[in-house]
């Protein structure tokens, strides 16, 4: 785990019930930030030191993160909400059209608007948003509107970072491979054969294994921390050599 003196910050981490979220919120405040875990699922945000903050948050609310982002006022800000749809263009109805740009893009825009006004003021701030390999980085079967929700966070964080250089702001975008998460598992038992299912995912990677969530939320506590105070505006991938 990367080590990152985060005294004096505090974070905003979303889906923070599971997963990468889950991961992140203990490695930033290993590192010393004063951390608020948000999820829709407030049951899931337990287990935590006593030093997390809890909260729940729907990332779909925007009069709920303005609540959340009022009381918790960020110097760092986590987007880790999202859902994987599987199919093809042919298989996009308008409803998951309109779901997976809610929460994979639209949930991040509100939490960088409610956030950013106290940044600029502060003139400090780290955004880190996990978007996918899978996006506009590599091609991916049956993954057309997950891919383009991802792909849509990658030209939203240039743009975010290109905005506010100057103000002491940076934003970055992490692109993971396959991580070993609850919610992978979640898909793997959907397909009706999980063996199978698990292995081809396990098959497609190079190094032969899954990624771990605590090796993400080690990029994580490194684009928050000073340590990456001269980056900004990258997409950076790690997927165990996926994207080649």
Not at 98 to 111: P, Q
Not at 156 to 164: E, Q
């Amino acid at each position: 785990m990367i080590r990152a003196d985060l005294t004096g910050h505090t974070a905003v981490v979303t889906a923070a019930a599971q997963g990468i979220g889950r991961a992140s919120v203990t490695a930033l405040a290993e590192c010393g930030a004063v951390v608020w875990a948000t999820d829709i699922n407030a049951d899931g945000l337990t287990g935590y030191p006593d030093t997390v903050h809890t909260l729940q948050l729907d990332v779909r609310d925007r009069s709920n993160i303005d609540e959340v982002i009022g009381v918790a006022q960020p110097s760092i800000l986590v987007n880790c909400a999202g859902f994987v749809h599987g199919g093809t263009v042919e298989d996009i109805t308008d409803g998951d059209w309109d779901f997976a740009l809610s929460l994979n893009v639209r949930s991040m825009v509100d939490m960088m608007q409610a956030a950013l006004p106290a940044m600029k003021t502060a003139g400090r701030g780290s955004i880190v948003n996990i978007s996918s390999v899978a996006s506009s980085l590599k091609a991916v079967p049956n993954r057309c509107l997950y891919s383009t929700t991802k792909a849509a966070i990658l030209g939203l964080t240039k743009s975010v970072a290109a905005d506010y250089i100057t103000q002491g702001i940076r934003c970055n975008a992490i692109c993971p491979g396959t991580v070993d998460t609850p919610s992978l598992h979640d898909r793997l038992r959907a397909t009706g054969d999980y063996d199978a299912a698990h292995a081809a995912f396990v098959a497609r990677q190079p190094m032969g294994r899954l990624g771990t969530t605590e090796e993400i939320a080690s990029l994580v506590v490194y684009l928050a921390s000073d340590e990456a105070a001269f980056v900004t505006g990258q997409p950076f991938i790690i997927d165990g050599g996926w994207a080649g």
